[in-house]
């Protein structure tokens, strides 16, 4: 079986040599994922294909066949040949990518995303809280540079040369944690803002880019890397990420507690009873009362004279004359004095009316 190892290379080169062979309409097919001649890019032995262009015995005897039929034997071979590594190539490619395509997606649904500021500063829209599982992630403040590539695998998670180097010198200067780097261990949380899966030299690999909430003044950022063979199926990359992620699951409300009503307070320390006097005797009876005689009739006087008011008195002459009013009625310039049967309304201290 063919084997393509670099899909990128071969789709250029191949999508060259289907415009030179008018095979643009099988390459638009195999890139749609469609079978042709019901083969696919997975399917197609071209080991054959191969070793016929590279025998020279062969190519002698097409090349008298050529001569003994008139006909350009050689042409026609070639043309057929590169026709099946073409396919093939376009094929993998097209599978290749589907699958990473696949994979990604999945990753994206267990992990949502979190959409942070364009400078890191600050969370849009919050996406899963990952709970680290391992130790040794070394991430960069936003203010700073990232110069750290984290990569895990066998169980580790390391960084590259360039990153340990500055690291090291963040260590000895004395900035860790301030416009520097911190490292982070399991248990601690954060955010993953892009999650890409894509091919590298050898392997396929992971990227999980990394955001933290605010340590103090600044918020750090990482990349971490999980390479994997070109094999793998989803299930062996998902379970790849899970060694080192966990999403926090969200804690159910806890349910109300019930209101205890407040002891009643203690009684009261209670003397002793007071005392209750007896009864008074009942009272003795009483005789008769003496008979006592009338008051003397009073002698008789002449009647006093009604009294009399008259006009300019003043207050305390009415007064005086007829007693004290039943009521007083003040004005700012007016008085008025309220008998039971007459009113007496003074100005300026004078009477000046009398009803």
Excluded at 266 to 288: E, R, T
């Amino acid at each position: 079986m063919f084997a393509v190892k670099s899909p990128q290379t071969n789709r250029r080169f191949f999508e060259q040599v289907c415009e030179i062979l008018r095979l643009t309409k099988v390459r638009d097919e195999i890139m749609q994922g469609k079978n042709h001649n019901g083969v696919t890019g997975l399917t197609l032995n071209v080991g054959i294909t191969r070793y016929i262009l590279g025998c020279p015995s062969f190519w002698v005897k097409i090349q008298r066949r050529t001569v003994l039929s008139g006909r350009n034997v050689q042409m026609s071979i070639v043309k057929k040949c590169v026709y099946v590594i073409a396919v093939s190539a376009l094929a993998t490619f097209a599978v290749r990518a589907g699958d990473l395509a696949a994979i990604q997606k999945r990753l994206i649904s267990e992990y949502p995303l979190t959409q942070a500021t364009a400078d890191d500063t600050d969370i849009v829209t919050a996406g899963a809280v990952l709970v680290l599982k391992r130790s040794d992630l070394v991430m960069a403040s936003t203010s700073g540079v990232n110069l750290y590539q984290n990569t895990y695998k066998e169980g580790r998670i390391t960084q590259n040369a360039l990153g340990r180097l500055a690291h090291w010198g963040n260590h000895f200067s004395g900035s860790n944690g301030t416009n520097g780097d911190r490292t982070y261990v399991a248990g601690e949380k954060m955010w993953v803002t892009k999650i890409e899966v894509r091919e590298d030299k050898k392997d396929d690999e992971v990227v999980f880019d990394l955001l933290t909430d605010p340590v103090g003044d600044d918020r750090f950022k990482a990349a971490l890397k999980f390479p994997f063979p070109r094999d793998a199926t989803a299930d062996q990359v998902d379970q790849l990420v899970s060694e080192v992620f966990e999403v926090q699951q969200d804690q159910p409300p806890s349910p109300p507690q019930p209101v205890i009503p407040p002891p009643p307070p203690p009684a009261q320390a209670v003397g002793p009873l007071p005392v209750i006097p007896p009864p008074p005797p009942p009272a003795q009876a009483v005789g008769p009362l003496p008979v006592i005689p009338p008051p003397p009739p009073p002698t008789d006087k002449p009647a006093a004279a009604p009294a009399t008011i008259g006009l300019g008195q003043t207050p305390d002459q009415v007064i005086a004359a007829l007693g004290q009013p039943d009521k007083i009625f003040k004005l700012t310039k007016k008085e008025i004095f309220y008998y039971h049967n007459l009113k007496v309304t003074f100005v300026g201290g004078k009477v000046t009316d009398v009803e």
